[in-house]
């Protein structure tokens, strides 16, 4: 073969090669094209089946974890997705795509939809209790439903809250959907706009009728757009009314309902209230408003009260100003009280403020001015007592009543049971003590709460003493010091002290002492010239008591016609024993008492005495020398000073007995 030949030969071959080498690459390259599309096309289904599988799993996730339960779900939709054959609903998800059907079944109630376009996107998957809604969520609601508790004819007002969960602008138009007849709810917004992520509220106010009771439900329909899409939210609504029969408490009360007050102008008034809620009623606060003019004017103190919890009360005080120009009448007003809560939580209370025609300006009678001891003796403690009454006089409370001694300083007195405070107060009293013997005057006087000064009450009386010790002369004689210096060493029997004084008959006859302040004359000796014989027989005419002491008898005795005898009465010397059937007020037994004293003697009177012999001396039975003629008494024994025990009481008993006896009333 030539060079030629050869060449040919090889062209040849290197074409084959090239051939062989391009069918090669060739097949390769048509193997290759075929795998990609197989790869894209799986890629695609996975794509789908996560994207179910994804929302059925949240589905089941929030539908176990209850109502209100939501998740953000991210899914790809394939670019074979078709929007229009996919659906969520009967209990499914179903997507398709490039002619695939890919369907995850679940065992509740789905509801809503899928995004219309592929390609990425945040899915929402909302629990809703009883069904789970899944789709492009542009906003979302505080709470899957509303559920209201109310009584009948009642209001309660509700809210719920939007928030935006979408990255534009939203437009929410609200429109409720209730169509009960019994059960109105209203609507305090019907369109709002929200930003992207903001929050907004919006009342529901629920009014219920007279026979309302029952249950009640609809929904409120919320339809979100931001001009490209939208989305519609149902928020199921139900209202539990309670029956009439279990009457439904008011969500908040004041009581009393009526505060009826008298007053007097000028008065300030304490009114006291309870706020009560009722038992699904929760206040922030409750604020009061006052009617206008008389007297919801007059009302002071309308802060506010709370918070309140449920079925709680708090009190809540109101000052009440009666002005001092009120008219006389009835003055009504009004405190309204409203909770910040709940609209229904309203209620009011009325006042009623009666100012009587004349109103108070007289000021309490005070009668019946009365002092104890009825008879009182100088130096004795004095209770004093009136009744101060205003019932008559405008029937205010008695605030206060005082008393005055013979035109002295006005004392408080104090009331019975220690309290000024009823318009009649009775037994109002005070005491006095050291008046000193003659006539006083007492006047009490009481004051209302008003302030009016009432009527006096007054009382004359007159203190008094015990006895008067007259003595014959001017200066003591000897056996006048025996009894006054016994009687200022001894006292009454009955547990007071003798008040007495000591004149002489010069005063008595001459009319410069007033016998009736004494109960008693006393003498221990009697002039026959000092004129007394008249003083002391009117004395005894009007009650006074006398009494004669030892040798006062001598011409006492005669002078008040006790006896004829006396121009020479007896002289018993020596008398050591007296003989008595009976006694001042006690009376001897028959046995002898002995007076023991050697210097003692005994007047005793002659028989032809008429009075009551009480004692006799020893050895002269009928003459007495122990008795009472009227109210006269006369003891015939001297010398006390020289008495045994015995002696001395029956001379304190003489005493005390004149005393007791005497009827006299000064003046
Ligand atoms: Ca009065
Ligand atoms: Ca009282």
Redesign the pocket.
């Known amino acids: 073969m030539g060079d030629s030949g050869k060449k040919a030969q090889t062209s040849i071959e290197v074409l084959i090669i090239l051939g062989i080498a391009l069918l090669v690459m060739l097949a390769f390259l048509m193997l290759t094209q075929s795998q990609s599309v197989q790869v894209n096309q799986q890629k695609e289904s996975q794509d789908a089946a996560n994207a179910v599988s994804e929302l059925a799993s949240a589905a089941k996730e929030v539908y176990a974890q209850g109502v209100g339960a939501k998740k953000q779900v991210q899914i790809t939709l394939p670019s074979g997705y078709e929007a229009n054959e996919s659906s969520i609903g009967n209990r499914a998800i179903w997507l398709r795509s490039s002619g695939n059907d890919y369907v995850e079944t679940v065992d509740f109630a789905l509801h809503g939809s899928l995004p219309k376009a592929s390609g990425d996107h945040f899915v929402w998957v909302v629990s809703e209790g009883s069904r789970v809604r899944i789709g492009d969520s542009m906003i979302m609601l505080d709470s899957p439903s509303l559920n209201v508790l109310m009584p009948e004819s009642s209001q309660k007002m509700e809210g719920i809250v939007v928030r935006s969960s979408w990255d534009s602008e939203v437009n929410v138009s609200i429109t409720a959907l209730f169509n009960s007849s019994k059960v109105d709810m209203s609507l305090g917004s019907k369109a709002i706009m929200l930003e992207p992520l903001q929050s907004a509220g919006v009342a529901i106010v629920f009014t219920s009728g007279d026979n309302a009771s029952g249950f009640h439900s609809g929904y409120i329909e919320l339809n979100a757009a931001d001009g490209k899409q939208n989305e519609t939210v149902m928020l199921p609504v139900s209202v539990e009314v309670s029956g009439a029969n279990v009457s439904a408490p008011p969500e908040l009360s004041m009581l009393p309902g009526t505060l009826n007050e008298n007053a007097s102008a000028g008065e300030n008034i304490t009114a006291v209230f309870q706020l009560c809620t009722g038992p699904w009623t929760r206040l922030s606060s409750v604020s009061f408003d006052l009617s206008a003019g008389d007297a919801g004017d007059w009302v002071n103190g309308t802060g506010d009260l709370g918070p309140m919890e449920p079925e709680t009360c708090q009190p809540k005080s109101f000052r009440i100003s009666v002005p001092s120009n009120a008219t006389a009448g009835t003055h009504t007003g009004r405190i309204s009280a409203r909770g910040t809560g709940s609209l229904a939580a309203v209620d009011s209370a009325e006042i009623m403020i009666d100012i009587a025609a004349n109103y108070?300006?007289?000021?309490?009678d005070a009668s019946g001015l009365k002092a104890y001891p009825e008879k009182p003796y100088a130096g004795e403690p004095l209770t004093f007592s009136v009744t101060a009454d205003?019932t008559l006089?405008?029937?205010?409370s008695v605030k206060e009543c005082e008393m005055q001694l013979d035109n002295g300083t006005w004392q408080q007195m104090e009331a019975a049971d220690g309290k000024f405070d009823e318009?009649q107060e009775k037994g109002v009293s005070i005491e006095f003590s050291g008046l000193a013997i003659g006539k006083h005057m007492a006047q009490a006087r009481c004051k209302?709460?008003?302030g009016?000064i009432?009527s006096s009450a007054s009382l004359t009386f007159h203190v008094m003493k015990d006895f008067l010790f007259i003595t014959s002369g001017k200066q003591q004689t000897s056996s006048e010091e025996d009894w006054t210096s016994w009687l200022s060493s001894h006292k009454s029997g009955e547990g007071y002290t003798w008040a007495y004084d000591t004149t002489d008959a010069g005063k008595v006859s001459g009319s410069s002492v007033d016998l009736s302040y004494y109960s008693a004359v006393v003498l221990a000796q009697w002039d026959w010239k000092s004129g007394l014989a008249s003083p002391l027989s009117a004395y005894i005419g009007k009650g006074g008591s006398v009494v004669l002491l030892g040798n006062a008898n001598l011409q006492g005795a005669r002078e008040l016609g006790l006896t004829s005898y006396p121009a020479n009465p007896s002289n018993d010397a020596q008398a050591r024993f007296i003989t008595n059937s009976s006694y001042i007020s006690e009376p001897f037994s028959a046995r002898l008492y002995s007076i023991t004293a050697s210097s003692t003697q005994m007047y005793s009177l002659n028989d032809d005495f008429s009075g009551n012999i009480l004692a006799t001396s020893g050895n002269e039975t009928d003459h007495a020398a122990l008795g009472t003629d009227g109210n006269v008494v006369f003891w015939g024994a001297t010398e006390p000073g020289d008495f045994n025990e015995i002696g001395g009481n029956i001379t304190i008993r003489v005493l005390d007995y004149a005393v007791m006896e005497s009827k006299i009333t000064p003046g």
């Open positions: 108070d300006t007289s000021g309490p205003d006089q405008g029937n205010s318009s209302d709460a008003a009016n009432g």
